[in-house]
């Protein structure tokens, strides 16, 4: 008899959680877009910071499918890690994509999670003290939508 109680308590509980999880989306829909810009990568083993051109090739669907690095010195050796990066939207303004990670020739950096602001324009900022920082721009314009 309490098995049944239980399965339902857990399926209410699955079912009212849901619709949270996917109240925001990438617009436009189905797409593939690229961030560009350049970032500041900052190992955590307390290696120098440094900066490389950057670009993300983002489905709409919700991932960073694959990073391009262009930059002298280290960004060469950038080796990412925990691709494909998946979105969590805390807002229409804001989310993070998790798992990411970098190693380099000075060290590593590894998070659960990068947040990032949107500036509903397609501009998208890092936010300072990740594994990565800067301001990426999207070619064509992705924002957050409800």
């Known amino acids: 008899m309490k098995n049944p109680v239980r399965l339902l308590l857990v399926i209410a509980m ?11 989306q990438l617009s436009p829909p189905n797409i593939t877009s690229q961030l560009k810009g350049r970032l500041t990568f900052t190992p955590n083993e307390g290696g120098t910071p440094f900066k490389c051109k950057i670009t993300m090739i983002l489905k709409t669907k919700g991932f960073i499918k694959s990073v391009i690095v262009d930059g002298p010195g280290g960004c060469g ?9 998946h979105f969590n939207f805390a807002n229409a303004n804001s989310g993070n994509f998790g798992s990411t990670g970098f190693t380099d020739a000075s060290g590593n950096c590894h998070q659960n999670s ?9 501009v998208w900022t890092l936010t300072t003290g990740q594994c990565m920082s800067g301001t990426l721009t999207s070619h064509p314009p992705v924002t957050i939508a409800p």
């Open 77 to 85: 050796l950038l080796e990412f890690q925990g691709l494909p990066w």
């Open 114 to 122: 990068e947040q990032f602001q949107d500036n509903s324009s397609g």
């Open 14 to 24: 699955v079912s009212t959680a849901a619709p949270a999880a996917f109240a925001y």
